[in-house]
């Protein structure tokens, strides 16, 4: 069983940034491929950013977000990072952070490749 907490979201204008942060705790957190998550209202949950396990690991990008946020992970601290820079109100979600299974190597951006959810946390931009 792994467990994740989110954090860092918040209101922000457009052009703005956040920091969000994901603090994962439970048995062998480390050795899952990660991912962020987010869903606006009345729309799926899609999948924004992957980053494999390990030092180093090899992240992946939705084409809407690419340029922009950066997916990060310190082991040490077991915590997951999502910075996202230059934000537009299209990017109005509540964003989850999540743990994959064994799918999520292939399908790294597929919510439903991933075993373990976060609550949540709110980021609202405004035009």
């Known amino acids: 069983q792994v467990q994740l907490v989110e954090s860092g979201g918040g209101s922000v204008q457009a052009g703005g940034s956040l920091r969000l942060s994901c603090a994962a705790s439970?048995?062998?957190?480390?050795?899952?491929?990660m991912g962020w998550f987010r869903q606006a209202p009345g729309k799926g949950r899609e999948g924004v950013a992957s980053?494999?396990?390990?030092?180093?690991?090899?992240?992946t990008y939705a084409d809407s977000v690419k340029g922009r946020f950066t997916i990060s992970n310190d082991n040490a601290k077991n915590t997951l990072y999502l910075q996202v820079n230059s934000l537009k109100p299209e990017d109005t979600a509540m964003y989850y952070c999540?743990?994959?299974?064994?799918?999520?190597?292939?399908?790294?951006?597929?919510?439903?490749?991933?075993?373990?959810w976060g609550q949540g946390t709110q980021v609202t931009v405004s035009s």
């Open positions: 980053i494999a396990s390990g030092g180093g690991g090899a992240t």
């Open positions: 999540a743990a994959g299974g064994p799918d999520s190597r292939a399908f790294p951006l597929a919510p439903f490749a991933y075993y373990y």
């Open positions: 439970g048995a062998t957190s480390s050795s899952y491929r």
